[in-house]
């Protein structure tokens, strides 16, 4: 596959009925969906669910999200959505990347990317990554800041 970076954790996804819009191609807002569903099941299978966030009263939270629509996609057609960290402070900032690739001719419809703050639950107010964060989420990452 064409990533624009090596080893992108991957969910299999395609546009279904209710998620095609009166243009007849998948609504933006679906890759949206995509992205935070693709970004909760790589923290979970890093090590990191919403249990754990809540735990530790710490949060990776979106403070910008940025989506390039490329091309679109249609009704059942077979997508790979691959995400990575791409960077991180270590200390209160993380980057997230995306790419949605259609199978059938490996042309890359969507990138997309995150800026990601630590936040306590608690307040919403920016707080330093826990132990536990930089322990699972460093090592995954292409970069450092």
């Given at each position: 596959?064409?990533?624009?970076?090596?080893?992108?954790?991957?969910?299999?996804?395609?546009?279904q009925?209710?998620?095609?819009?009166?243009?007849?191609?998948?609504?933006n807002?679906?890759?949206?969906?995509?992205?935070?569903?693709?970004?909760?099941?790589?923290?979970?299978?890093?090590?990191?669910?919403?249990?754990?966030?809540?735990?530790?009263d710490?949060?990776?939270?979106?403070?910008?999200?940025?989506?390039?629509?490329?091309?679109?996609?249609t009704?059942?057609?077979?997508?790979?959505?691959?995400?990575?960290?791409?960077?991180?402070?270590?200390?209160?900032?993380?980057?997230?990347?995306?790419?949605?690739?259609?199978?059938?001719?490996?042309?890359?419809?969507?990138?997309?990317?995150?800026?990601?703050?630590?936040?306590?639950?608690?307040?919403?107010?920016?707080?330093?990554?826990?132990?536990?964060?930089?322990?699972v989420?460093l090592?995954?990452?292409?970069?450092?800041?």
């Amino acid at each position: 596959m064409p990533w624009d970076h090596p080893n992108p954790f991957t969910l299999a996804v395609s546009p279904q009925p209710p998620d095609i819009d009166g243009l007849n191609h998948t609504n933006n807002a679906v890759y949206v969906q995509w992205c935070e569903r693709i970004a909760w099941a790589h923290s979970e299978a890093l090590g990191l669910g919403l249990a754990d966030y809540q735990r530790l009263d710490r949060a990776m939270a979106i403070r910008r999200g940025e989506y390039h629509y490329l091309l679109p996609s249609t009704l059942d057609e077979e997508l790979m959505l691959g995400t990575w960290l791409l960077a991180t402070d270590g200390k209160l900032t993380m980057q997230r990347g995306f790419q949605l690739i259609r199978l059938s001719d490996r042309a890359t419809l969507m990138r997309g990317h995150w800026d990601l703050v630590c936040i306590a639950l608690s307040n919403g107010r920016a707080q330093r990554m826990p132990s536990e964060f930089c322990e699972v989420y460093l090592p995954a990452t292409l970069k450092r800041h």
